[in-house]
């Protein structure tokens, strides 16, 4: 299976942007999914989580101004930003969950290319 992410790009602070994550090769209908972000010079940390019947974790930097959701019949993924600020600046990364800790990289082992996010006046 291959993701690709898209819809990042630059943003005033307090804008909103609308990332999506599609996926080709196979269905991702049982798999959880979760998206991961990257500053410059920065450990690639977790943002979002949704498994395949709706349940959601997200992390407490961005509880109450993101929201991820999923469409199983057409293979997506999207996170919808809002409220963004420039520490949300980043690579934004979709991932298929393998096993074990839910906030850790290592638990995911499939991923997309990235998305640049930058929050900027």
Excluded: H
């Amino acid at each position: 299976v291959q993701l690709v992410e898209s819809g990042g790009g630059l943003v005033q602070p307090g804008g909103s942007l609308r990332l999506s994550c599609a996926a080709s090769g196979r269905m991702f209908g049982a798999d959880a999914m979760a998206w991961f972000r990257q500053a410059p010079g920065e450990k690639r940390e977790f943002v979002a989580r949704i498994t395949y019947n709706g349940g959601r974790t997200y992390s407490d930097s961005v509880k109450g101004r993101f929201t991820i959701a999923r469409d199983n019949a057409k293979n997506t993924m999207t996170l919808q930003m809002n409220n963004l600020k420039p520490e949300d600046t980043a690579v934004y990364y979709c991932a298929i969950y393998n096993s074990r800790d839910i906030f850790s990289p290592s638990s995911y082992d499939t991923w997309g290319q990235g998305t640049q996010v930058t929050v900027s006046s």
